[in-house]
T-cell receptor, first 109, second 112 residues
Framework: RKEVEQDPGPFNVPEGATVAFNCTYS??????FFWYRQDCRKEPKLLMS???SGNEDGRFTAQLNRASQYISLLIRDSKLSDSATYLC??????????FGAGTRLFVKA | DARVTQTPRHKVTEMGQEVTMRCQPI?????VFWYRQTMMQGLELLAY????????DSGMPKDRFSAEMPDATLATLKIQPSEPRDSAVYFC??????????FGSGTRLTVV
């Protein structure tokens, strides 16, 4: 079993839709969590950090549930430019940052 | 914006040849990571360094891969001899303390 697992996708949604991604992690000692975005043939870029209290950045909301060991990302009012692969990331300490396989999102006009 | 610089951007080589990929971390960052990304495996951590010292390279095939940081401005990942299954995108990333901060643009390696 992989340490970080994500919804397989792809998600195909119309513009303006709300879409949610989930991610589970197996190492209960994981300390920090993040969502990265990766555009086609580009490097991953940090989208946002994830906190137990939840955090919001514009149309993006990230949530962490430590008891169930899952992380979520909600995108409201999807834009065409949101089309990308979203990577769930767990920092497990000892310099180990583990990436999920990614969920592909296609937003269509 | 500060960036992590990787060279070359693309490399096509024949099986058996040596491949060297280079990375210049962001000035002031003391942690360097090497990742490999393939469609099948996603992003895999190969090695990381802190203050130029290799802390973990358990993700690397030891017989053919080696990673070094000859100085604070240069990290290298070498494959010798290369094999077709090494074809992937290799990313370098740097950060401060233990956490990853910024990725480079990657080296797209094709071994034929």
């Amino acid at each position: 079993r992989k340490e970080v697992e994500q919804d397989p996708g792809p998600f195909n949604v119309p513009e303006g839709a709300t879409v949610a991604f989930n991610c589970t992690y197996s190492n209960s000692a994981s300390q920090s969590f993040f969502w990265y975005r990766q555009d086609c043939r580009k490097e991953p870029k940090l989208l946002m950090s994830v906190y137990s209290s939840g955090n919001e950045d514009g149309r993006f909301t990230a949530q962490l549930n430590r008891a169930s060991q899952y992380i979520s990302l909600l995108i409201r009012d999807s834009k065409l430019s949101d089309s990308a692969t979203y990577l769930c990331v767990a920092y497990t300490g000892g310099f180990k940052t583990i990436f999920g396989a990614g969920t592909r999102l296609f937003v269509k006009a | 914006d500060a960036r992590v610089t990787q060279t070359p951007r693309h490399k096509v080589t024949e099986m058996g040849q040596e491949v060297t990929m280079r990375c210049q971390p962001i000035l002031g960052h003391n942690t360097v990571f090497w990742y490999r990304q393939t469609m099948m495996q996603g992003l895999e951590l190969l090695a990381y360094f802190r203050n130029r010292a290799p802390l973990d390279d358990s993700g690397m095939p030891k017989d053919r891969f080696s990673a070094e940081m000859p100085d604070a401005t240069l990290a290298t990942l070498k494959i010798q001899p290369s094999e077709p299954r090494d074809s992937a995108v290799y990313f370098c990333a740097s950060g401060f303390s233990a956490q990853l901060d910024t990725f480079g643009s990657g080296t797209r390696l094709t071994v034929v």
